[in-house]
């Protein structure tokens, strides 16, 4: 069996980003995907199809087909009353380096960098965190299975590691 569409995946890896390790997954606590999903960049899905179990890989993704380039467009000025919470503004969040949950009008989730705190604003970065840089990823293929009806339907791996269902929109136990 090799790496294809609608395969359940395991993989052990590590991302380096300039040399520094910034990600890992070990071969006993492996990233788990449904191939083809979506979940993962498109360009680590490429470098690994067809590879079979046991197969190593060593490859770079350009920050172009990773996270991108830092788009300026994502650095936001918010004024600070942004974060009052009804007991006023909890300083002790807005510290620069910190990154901060955000909801935007239409409730979705985003997490920003603080890169400026001044007694009116925020400067906020949106972008991702690897966004600018080139990936290189080094694993191993470690498990390939047929993917579950169920699975395919939600679209990621069910573990079943634990108590209790896996995603809260399954009844898998």
Do not use: W
Request: charged share 25%; proline share 3%; with cysteine.
């Amino acid at each position: 069996m090799n790496v294809s569409k609608d395969k359940a995946i395991s993989v052990s890896y590590i991302l380096r980003v300039d040399g520094e390790i910034v990600d890992q997954a070990e071969p006993t606590n492996p990233l788990e995907f449904i191939f083809g999903k979506g979940m993962l960049i498109k360009a680590f899905e490429k470098n690994i199809e067809n590879m079979q179990i046991g197969d190593s890989f060593n490859f770079t993704i350009p920050c172009a087909d990773g996270y991108g380039e830092i788009n300026k467009d994502y650095i936001l000025k918010l004024p600070k009353s942004t974060f009052e919470d009804g007991g006023g503004i909890n300083e002790g969040m807005l510290d620069v380096g910190s990154r901060v949950p955000m909801v935007d009008q239409e409730g979705n989730h985003y997490d920003a960098l603080i890169l400026e705190v001044t007694d009116d604003h925020v400067v906020l970065d949106f972008n991702h965190p690897l966004a600018g840089s080139d990936l290189h990823f080094t694993g191993k293929v470690e498990a390939i299975r047929e993917a579950t009806r169920e699975e395919l339907e939600h679209g990621h791996v069910h573990t079943h590691r634990h108590e209790g269902n896996c995603c809260g929109h399954c009844e898998c136990n």
